[in-house]
């Protein structure tokens, strides 16, 4: 299911550029001062500009329900290889396996620091 998700998305991000690509600029109407006004005919006096504003808002909303998906899918992903304890143990024991093979001794833990004496007269009053 994730692969089909993928596909679509990445459909849709080129769908999505080819409409925006495709409707008029705010300055359209200096091309047709030069001759370029025959084209806006075929769609009817508003241009192409409806159509196109449907598909954009239809294609931006299907873009957006497949992104929220796959961060969906993404963080379910993650959530169930959360075990951090059995990622850090597995770490370790890599770790230990590389130093014996390279024939170094695996460190030991630092000891704990001593307490510090106490000062005679140092008391609460």
């Not at 080129?14 to 409707?23: E, G, R």
């Amino acid at each position: 299911m994730y692969p089909f998700f993928v596909a679509l998305h990445v459909l849709l991000c080129l769908f999505l550029i080819a409409v925006i690509l495709l409707q008029p600029g705010k300055g359209g109407d200096v091309g047709a001062a030069f001759g370029g006004g025959g084209a806006g005919s075929m769609f009817g006096p508003r241009g192409p500009s409806g159509i196109l504003q449907q598909a954009t808002t239809i294609v931006a909303v299907l873009f957006m329900a497949t992104s929220i998906t796959l961060a969906l899918y993404s963080n379910r992903s993650m959530l169930a290889n959360a075990n951090v304890e059995d990622e850090l143990l597995r770490l370790q024991e890599q770790q230990q396996q590389q130093q014996q093979q390279q024939g170094t001794p695996a460190p030991t833990p630092a000891p704990a620091p001593a307490p510090a004496p106490e000062i005679p007269g140092a008391g609460a009053p």
